[in-house]
Each structure stands twice: as structure tokens, then as C-alpha cells.
């Protein structure tokens, strides 16, 4: 192929109506907007016949390949059966069956299912039901909460309000909550010489001070586990998990745990929570909740929550968050055959032979001249580049050198989109070794295109 997709009649029609996420459309007099006809497995099959192998999972959503015929066949029998129906006073199978399902499946203790239409929706669920849980026990005095630096957990205004990812919440401070940010436990930024379990003891620390001043104030602590994704694929360490557990404890504030990217397999684990053997007091799930189909999320949380919110009408306690299309038959029934699919097949442990084999292709970038950090956790791989390898110097932002790697993808028919100049692996389950081979050989000769010069 060698070259970039050309526009056709149906990205014509797109740029003189469309307006698309995260994207300064101006671009696309130069970026190339690529039209997409069908998906195949790991693939997406241009209009123009042109292939490109999915390696980031269509935004962390897909997870067993585009149109699998496994989900398309379930959602086409629920079309046929019920499309949609109020989730007030009404109920269904599909969304009895995937409660009963996610409450199995995630970590002991979480026996409540909330739902919402995406993840953005689940974490404004997550943040009222820690408040409003707080106001019914008689503390209206905690409205804060504690987020992460370099955290990101949506773009809705509550949502934004506990991500600290410049890029999107600079803009729209003026209209945001104010967070008590703690120092992520990220192991990018450990002292020379410093483990990421001495990292993860270092920030419960600094964690334990901020309680210190604030939890009278603060009705919860939110963390995407393990991973904070859209900050750029920032690891850390579990032991963090389990020391954030018992600090919420001991200061009676929520832990919620935002799995919406990476849940469902993506760090090792079902969830990333198990790896500390954790359970937190509100689990946010999406995007790989419905194998990539369909927008769907679920709130978990505990009884003692629930408990919290149950009494006679008259005292005024009950939740109050609806979306028309909250548990919709459609997006419940394709997340149980999602989740069939982990019951049915030996995902996690295929999971284990395809991560050391992108584990194995990416060590010989350790050595690269520009690149500080490779780093991966389970089925999410991240390479940073840099400047200036001593003194982990980014290169000016303005440079844009992701992008030059994302476009070098597209010549080559892989799906590479870097967060900056993080250049990172989180594939469909359904990939090969072969294919993962192909993704990090593009990555790599699109790396040597994006430093030169
Ligand atoms: C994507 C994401 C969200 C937001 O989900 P949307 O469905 O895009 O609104 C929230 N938290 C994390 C960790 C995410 O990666």
C-alpha cells in the first residue's frame, strides 16, 4: 500500500455534515478521514477494500472482533423480541440475567447493578450515589472528591471534573468541580533506583495526608486500577489498590473503581481490582462490557449502599439518575453473550500466550534511542517516546509526533492511534501472533519516521 487512503464520495458527504470526538476537524484538510464499510474480526475493511487491523480495539471496546457473528446473532434475536421498554416499574430478562451475571462475576460484595448508557454516564452515577449515600446517612458536609493526577474518567462536567488530563479539561475548568488531586502512583515517575511498590507506598502516604486535612469533606476516592488509560497508559503497582482499600476504611470515604477500560480481561484478570484482591465500594463498567457493540454501563455497588437509599417514600431517599435508556434489552443481551464468551472459551489464559508475545516483540525497543518507557500490563503495551532518553524530556507537544506514527499505520493497514507521543498495543482479544507482529512492526518503523527529523 505504501500510501494514505483516499477520500471518496462518502467522506465527501461526511465532512459537509459530520462533526467528530476529539478531533480538530480543520486536520482533515491534511489527515486523511478513513471511510469504513465493515469490520472482520481484528479488521475494519475500508469502503475502498483497503484493510486496517484494529490495535486499539476501536477505542478499548471490541474485544472478541467486529461483527462477531456470536454477538450479531444474539442481538439480532433480541431486535426481533424487545427492542426497548421504560426501566421503571418495568423489567426484563436480559437485564435480570446480566445483573445476576456481573454481580457473579466481579469481586465479592458487589450485589447491586445500576445501569447507564456509557461509561461518562456511569461515573456521574458513581460520584451521586457516593454523595447521596453520604447526605442520606447524615453527613451532607462530604460533597468532595479525591481523584488522581493524570487521571481520566470521561467528558461529561462531572466526569471531567475528576479526570486531570489537560487536553480535555483545561477549556472547561471554569465550569468543574473542584477535585483534591493525589499524586498518582504512576511507576513512570518513581526516583532513579525506586520500585513501583515503593512508588505505590510513596503516594499512600502523601494519600494518607490529603485524608488527613480532607476526609470529613470527601464522600470518595476514584482510580481507574492499574491502569490510567487516556493519561497515557500510566502503570502501576496493585499494592496501591490494597493500601487505598484499607485508607478508605479507615476514613470512612467510598472507593470507586472506574474498570471502564480496564475490565473485562484487558489487564490479566477479569478485573484489574482482583490483582489486589480488593473489592471496591462502586465498580463502574462500559466499553467492553458489550464486546464493543453496543453503548451499555453498569454501577456496581454494596448492599450497605443500597441499604442506605431504602426506606418509606415519604423520607425523600431515593436515587434519582434515569436515562431513557437505561437497561436496554438490546445492549443487556449482547453484554451476557460477552460474557458467555469468557464462560465458553479460555479467553484470559489466550490472553496470557498473546500478551508475552507482544511482551517479547516490544523488549527490543528498550534500547531505542528515543524511547524512556516500555511498559504493559496484561493485553495493554505502551511505548513511550521521548526527546531526550537521560532526562526523560517530552518532545514539544506541537511536534505532533504520535501522529506522524498513526499515519504511517494507515499506509501500512494497522490502526495505531498514540496518545501523544505514547504509542501503545490494546487489541482485540481475537488477534494472532502474526498480527500482533504486524502492529509492531508498523509501530516500529513509524517510531523511526516520528523521531527523525
Ligand atoms: C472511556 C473511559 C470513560 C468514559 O467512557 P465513555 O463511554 O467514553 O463516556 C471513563 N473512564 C475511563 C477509565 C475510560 O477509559
Known sequence: M????????LVRRDLSHLWHPCTQMHD??????VPIARGDGAWLVGTDGRRYLDGISSWWTNLFGHANPRIAAALADQARTLEHVIFAGFTHEPAVALAEELVRVTPPGLDRVFYADNGSAAIEVALKMSFHYWLNQGHGEKTRFIA???????ETLGALSVSDVALYRKTYAPLLLTPILAPSPDAYEAEPGESGAAVAQRRLGELRTLLEQHAHEVCAVIVEPLVQCAGGMRMYHPDYLAGLRALCDEFAVHFIADEIAVGFGRTGTLFACEQAGVSPDFMCLSKGLTGGFLPLS??????????????????????????????????????????????????LERNRVLSAHLAQRLDALRGHPHVADVRQTGMIAAVELVADKPRRTPFPPGDRRGLRVYLHGLTQGALLRPLGDVIYFMPPYVITTQEIDLLVDTAVDGIERAVAG
Open 28 to 33: 482533515h484538510q491534511t489527515v486523511p478521514m
Open 2 to 9: 505504501n500510501t494514505l487512503p483516499a477520500a471518496d464520495a
Open 148 to 154: 488522581l493526577t493524570g487521571s481520566y474518567h470521561g
Open 298 to 347: 453498569a454501577v456496581l455497588t454494596t448492599t450497605q449502599v443500597y441499604d442506605a437509599f431504602y426506606a418509606e417514600y415519604s423520607a425523600g431517599k431515593a436515587f434519582l439518575h434515569s436515562h431513557s435508556y437505561t437497561g436496554n434489552p438490546l445492549a443487556c443481551r449482547v453484554a451476557l453473550e460477552t460474557l458467555a464468551i469468557f464462560r465458553d472459551e479460555p479467553v
